[in-house]
Nanobody, 119 residues
Framework: QVQVVESGGGLVQAGGSLRLPCAAS????????LAWYRQAPGKQREVVAT???????NYTDSAKGRFTISRDNAKHTVYLQMNSLKPEDTAVYYC?????????????WGQGTQVTVSS
């Protein structure tokens, strides 16, 4: 079983920054894709950013230029650096890990961490 643990959420003023780390409880398997999603009240969960095993990243349009996703493969950790935060970034942020091959293949989710941006 793989546990996914996020941290780093909190309350920040508009224009501020937060860094969200996320780590897997085990390191003895390959994680192919790491991603951050978010879900605002009354809205569907949406992908914010993804990063492949080789380090190729993609962002939703609203995150481009403000957010940076990075990963440490040795530590099975992914980070989301969020700068120039806006009130519309307020949401619960979820970390997602995807292992595509092997006995540990699957889709793993964290419990979510609240990010609140005040105006």
């Amino acid at each position: 079983q793989v546990q996914v643990v996020e941290s780093g959420g909190g309350l920040v003023q508009a224009g501020g920054s937060l860094r969200l780390p996320c780590a897997a409880s085990r390191r003895n398997f390959r994680i192919d894709v790491l991603a951050w999603y978010r879900q605002a009240p009354g809205k569907q969960r949406e992908v914010v950013a993804t990063i492949s095993f080789g380090g190729i990243s993609n962002y939703t349009d609203s995150a481009k230029g403000r957010f940076t996703i990075s990963r440490d493969n040795a530590k099975h950790t992914v980070y989301l650096q969020m700068n120039s935060l806006k009130p519309e970034d307020t949401a619960v942020y979820y970390c997602n890990l995807q292992a595509l091959f092997g006995k540990d293949s699957g889709d793993y989710w964290g419990q979510g961490t609240q990010v609140t941006v005040s105006s």
